[in-house]
């Protein structure tokens, strides 16, 4: 699998789910664009391609190149070679049954409305594909495979870094609590969690235990 992302864009690679959804995605797109390469049919066993979730479509057995955008106001995906099976997503909840694309297809839906396919895309949906998309995404693995890089910390995590995934689908969110537990110890970001406590209710029960103690 070879990904390429626009600017500004927000992703988790290899998310764990909790319920319907399963463990089947290697990346999950909050927000912004993507390009995914997919290995060609019969490369690869069916059940190990490598597939892309989002809160609005959900991308299953693509072979070939797709490009997709999604934000707060509309998701749009461009099929740009091969095929792919889409499922579509409002609030997380599935709509309906998934509905397959071939080369050349594009996918849009604006808010709450239903989507359309049409056979090419948008005019304004090529204008804004970011320049890097329009070439060819080279095989890069092997540049790689001996590399070991560590990691850099880049800074504390606040709480406007952190928001938008407190407050993603319960899906993904429940079994990511964990990893964001310690940063309640600050100050700073334990406040603003409870401030915006309607957008990850769950988050009461862990800051305020003994609201939830058995009563004698």
């Known amino acids: ?40 049919a019969g490369k690869v066993d069916a059940a190990a391609i490598p597939l892309l979730a989002s809160p609005a479509i959900d991308l299953y057995d693509a072979t070939g190149s797709v490009v997709a955008l999604v934000n707060e106001a509309a998701v749009s995906l461009f099929v740009e070679s091969g095929q792919a099976k889409i499922g579509e997503r409002l609030d997380a909840i599935p709509l309906g049954q998934p509905v397959q694309l071939r080369s050349g297809q594009f996918l849009q839906r604006a808010k709450q409305a239903k989507s359309t396919v049409s056979a090419r895309p948008a005019p304004g949906f090529i204008d804004q594909i970011p320049r890097s998309f329009l070439d060819t995404l080279p095989d890069r693995a092997a540049m790689f495979k001996d590399r070991n890089p560590a990691p850099k910390p880049v800074g504390t995590i606040s709480y406007a870094d952190a928001k938008d995934w407190l407050a993603v689908e319960w899906t993904l969110r429940r079994p990511a609590m964990k990893r964001w537990q310690s940063l309640t110890r600050d100050a700073e970001f334990r406040k603003a969690l409870v401030a915006d406590m309607p957008a990850h209710p769950e988050w009461d029960r862990v800051l305020f235990p003994e609201k939830y103690r058995p009563r004698n």
């Open 1 to 40: 699998l070879a990904v390429n992302l626009g600017p500004s864009t927000r992703i988790l690679i290899d998310p764990q789910f909790y319920g319907e959804r399963g463990r089947f995605a290697r990346l999950y797109l909050l927000s912004g664009w993507v390009k995914v390469k997919a290995p060609a």
